[in-house]
Structures are given as C-alpha cells and as structure tokens.
C-alpha cells in the first residue's frame, strides 16, 4: 500500500473512532439526565424499581396535591404536601419557592429522590398552567387509577375522549 492511502486510512480510521467516542459520551451524558415519572402507588408498590425506592434515582413524581395536606413549616422554605393518584398517598417535602399555580387539588409533577424513610424530596416542583391542563403523562396514569375506582371524568375530558 503506497504512503498515501496509507495516511487517507488512518485519517478515516481516526475519525470513525472520534465518532464512536462522541456518541457513547453523549448516551452517557442523556442517560444520567433522565427521569421518568411515576405515581405514588407505582414507587410504593415497587413497580418503579429497587433504585427508585431506595433513593439511588433520580425520578419525576406526579399526581394531585391532596386536600388538607399542605403545610409550611414556619420561618423557613421548607414546604410539606401528599400527592395522591388515587390509589396511594406520598409525603413530599420541598425547601423552595413554589409555582404560583401550586395549591390543594392541583395536579403536580415533581422531580427528585425518594429518602430512607418513605418520604420524597423534590428538587423541583411543576404546577399545571391552567384549569385543563394536565401533563399527559399523570393523565394517562390518573385516568387508569380513574377507570379503577369508577371516579367520573370533567367533561371537557370525556368529550375530546382523553383521560
């Protein structure tokens, strides 16, 4: 093989090689910067996974603010609420400014790790941006939780067939 191709070789070799080392840092990079959403029942009753109970994953929580569970410890940030999907209860607690939109009986996703003793701590707290907005993920899951205990859907959603 002559000088030339010889060089043209390795250059392709090389950037193949680049290529490769790229796209395996980048799955790397979004793998850890995953977090999938999960109801309250879905984690306590281990079909979230081991990681997820355990606190050693990063996860999004999503349901509704339970009805009187909302309370703020005085003289600090520190927020504490339940979420609910209907079959099961979650203490969270958040150390926060919360949405302006946040309040009892409001669908919330909130993201962060489970602690030892069953409480959630989230890093970040989402509220639904008007009265019939619900990300599509909680509402997929509270429509099946729904369906489950025969709760009648608003009729906006009945109407365009949607959880």
Same mark, same amino acid.
């Given at each position: 093989?002559?000088?030339?191709?010889?060089?043209?070789?390795?250059?392709?070799?090389?950037?193949?090689? &680049?290529?490769?080392?790229?796209? @395996? !840092? /980048?799955?790397?990079? !979004?793998?850890?910067?995953?977090?999938?959403?999960?109801?309250?029942?879905? @984690?306590?009753?281990?079909?979230?996974?081991?990681? @997820? &109970?355990?606190?050693?994953?990063?996860?999004?929580?999503? $349901?509704?603010?339970?009805? $009187?569970?909302?309370?703020?410890?005085?003289? =600090?940030?520190?927020?504490?609420?339940?979420?609910?999907?209907?079959?099961?209860?979650?203490?969270?607690?958040?150390?926060?400014?919360?949405?302006?939109?946040?309040?009892? =009986?409001? =669908? /919330?996703?909130?993201?962060?790790?489970?602690?030892?003793?069953?409480?959630?701590?989230?890093?970040?707290?989402?509220?639904?941006?008007?009265?019939?907005? /619900?990300?599509?993920?909680?509402?997929?899951?509270? $429509?099946?939780?729904?369906?489950?205990?025969?709760?009648?859907?608003?009729?906006?959603?009945?109407?365009?067939?949607?959880?």
């Amino acid at each position: 093989m002559n000088p030339t191709r010889r060089r043209r070789l390795w250059f392709v070799l090389a950037v193949i090689a &680049a290529a490769a080392l790229v796209a @395996v !840092l /980048v799955g790397a990079a !979004l793998q850890r910067n995953v977090a999938y959403l999960f109801t309250p029942a879905e @984690v306590l009753d281990g079909r979230a996974g081991a990681d @997820v &109970a355990s606190g050693e994953t990063r996860f999004r929580l999503g $349901g509704m603010v339970a009805k $009187g569970s909302f309370e703020r410890t005085p003289g =600090s940030m520190e927020a504490r609420f339940q979420v609910s999907d209907g079959d099961a209860l979650m203490p969270v607690v958040y150390s926060g400014i919360l949405p302006d939109l946040f309040r009892e =009986s409001q =669908s /919330v996703v909130a993201t962060g790790r489970m602690r030892a003793d069953g409480t959630f701590v989230a890093d970040e707290v989402l509220a639904k941006h008007d009265e019939t907005y /619900v990300p599509k993920e909680v509402a997929d899951k509270m $429509g099946l939780a729904h369906e489950k205990h025969d709760v009648e859907m608003p009729a906006t959603q009945a109407a365009d067939g949607s959880r």
